[in-house]
């Protein structure tokens, strides 16, 4: 027999899921906020764009990255087979947060040598 849960605990389910994106968004954003300031610092004026192309996808993953721990369970979800195991719901914004992060720190270190 499925126990359904109460209204206290969905509500602490719903606030450590919240605690799980705070802490995951304080962590991304150490990494790439000197990523991105090293990069527009020592950019050359004609890749200039890659400094809010970068920024944007940054800021687009960390949204999708945030929905992505709600899509699974939310109700009437017509992507819930699609996202069974919960980490899936969230690959698409941390891969859309990862790789800004990793191309602006290895750029910087290349424009920097």
Same mark, same amino acid.
């Given at each position: 027999?499925?126990?359904?849960?109460?209204?206290?605990? &969905?509500?602490?389910?719903?606030?450590?899921?919240?605690?799980?994106?705070?802490?995951?968004?304080?962590?991304?954003?150490? #990494?790439?906020?000197?990523?991105?300031?090293?990069?527009? #610092?020592?950019?050359?004026?004609?890749?200039?764009?890659?400094?809010?192309?970068?920024?944007?996808?940054?800021?687009?993953?960390?949204?999708?990255?945030?929905?992505?721990?709600?899509?699974?369970?939310?109700?009437?979800?017509?992507?819930?087979?699609?996202?069974?195991?919960?980490? &899936?719901?969230r690959?698409?914004?941390?891969? #859309?947060?990862?790789?800004?992060?990793?191309?602006?720190l290895?750029?910087?270190?290349?424009?920097?040598?």
């Open positions: 027999m499925k126990q359904s849960l109460n209204s206290e605990d &969905w509500e602490l389910k719903r606030w450590q899921k919240f605690q799980k994106i705070l802490t995951n968004n304080t962590e991304q954003g150490l #990494l790439f906020i000197p990523s991105i300031i090293s990069l527009a #610092l020592l950019v050359p004026a004609e890749n200039w764009a890659l400094v809010p192309t970068f920024l944007t996808s940054y800021v687009l993953g960390r949204f999708l990255f945030g929905v992505g721990y709600f899509l699974p369970t939310f109700p009437g979800n017509m992507f819930a087979p699609l996202f069974t195991l919960e980490g &899936w719901g690959s698409p914004g941390m891969n #859309l947060t990862l790789y800004p992060t990793f191309f602006a290895n750029l910087s270190l290349y424009f920097l040598y």
